[in-house]
């Protein structure tokens, strides 16, 4: 278990993918079920991605249910509040960034109960695949051959 100190506000975690990088903080919550982030006030179970309502800054419903996943399989929903800044890359680059940064999070909370259940499903694993750089000769592209003459 945890040691329990009084001035931890909240546990973060820093997830990669690709050029994103997510900047995830787990807000503790009080007996109201509320939380500070900021200046504002914010129930248990909402989550904040880059200063704006998580339904506003995530459109599609699938995207939601995924980055909730370690949430879910931890069954953590409502015992935090989240805050997500992330930037770079693209869009699926930045929802597994989350997905990453939000595992390491938990299991900053608690690696005993977490680590095992997050390690299972590839959660805390960062994803080495990246861009492949352009080399010289190659007509502009990575791995393009020049067309070799034929006569």
Same mark, same amino acid.
């Given at each position: 278990?945890?040691?329990?100190?009084?001035?931890?506000?909240?546990?973060?975690?820093?997830?990669?993918?690709?050029?994103? /990088?997510?900047? &995830? $903080?787990?807000?503790?919550?009080?007996?109201?079920?509320?939380?500070?982030?900021?200046?504002? %006030?914010? *129930?248990? #179970?909402?989550?904040? &991605?880059?200063?704006?309502?998580?339904?506003?800054?995530?459109?599609?419903?699938? *995207? $939601?249910?995924?980055?909730?996943?370690?949430?879910?399989?931890?069954?953590? +929903?409502?015992?935090?509040?989240?805050? /997500?800044? &992330?930037?770079? #890359?693209?869009?699926?680059?930045?929802?597994?960034?989350?997905?990453?940064? +939000?595992?390491?999070? +938990?299991?900053?909370?608690?690696?005993?109960?977490?680590?095992? /259940?997050?390690?299972?499903?590839?959660? +805390?694993?960062?994803?080495?695949?990246?861009?492949? $750089?352009?080399?010289?000769?190659?007509?502009?592209?990575?791995?393009?051959? %020049?067309?070799?003459?034929?006569?």
């Amino acid at each position: 278990m945890v040691k329990k100190t009084k001035d931890i506000k909240y546990y973060e975690g820093v997830g990669r993918r690709k050029e994103s /990088v997510a900047r &995830v $903080r787990l807000y503790l919550t009080n007996r109201e079920k509320t939380a500070l982030i900021g200046q504002a %006030k914010v *129930k248990a #179970g909402q989550v904040i &991605v880059n200063g704006q309502p998580f339904e506003k800054a995530i459109t599609t419903a699938y *995207k $939601r249910d995924f980055i909730l996943t370690p949430l879910r399989l931890t069954d953590n +929903l409502d015992r935090f509040a989240m805050s /997500v800044i &992330v930037y770079g #890359g693209g869009q699926n680059g930045q929802l597994e960034a989350i997905i990453h940064g +939000l595992s390491r999070a +938990l299991d900053a909370v608690d690696k005993v109960t977490f680590r095992p /259940v997050l390690k299972k499903e590839g959660f +805390l694993r960062r994803d080495p695949r990246k861009k492949e $750089r352009r080399k010289v000769g190659t007509g502009g592209k990575a791995r393009r051959l %020049k067309q070799s003459p034929k006569r």
